[in-house]
């Protein structure tokens, strides 16, 4: 028998203008956007939607961005660049 090592599957979650979410399944090389039935892009409103959504799946780890505009609103460049945390997801 070969061995062979299990890959889990990572949630990738990008917080977007107007309070809303982008949401990507895979590995943090090969990311496949979450589309609807129409093969169209599906945001979010809120992580509990997100969670609603994907309920019946387990991920190895969820990662959250969050970028703030902030800095370049009043002009500045971005010193920091977007937050990027792992989440707990149960």
Known sequence: MA????????????????????????????????????????????????KEQFADQSFGKVMLKQSTPYDEMCGMASMTGPLELEINWR
């Open 3 to 50: 061995n062979r090592q299990e890959r889990h599957m990572d949630l990738f979650i990008e917080s977007i203008e107007g309070g809303r979410y982008l949401v990507a399944t895979g590995s943090a090389d090969n990311r496949s956007v979450f589309k609807d039935q129409r093969n169209q892009t599906k945001t979010f409103h809120s992580i509990s939607q997100i």
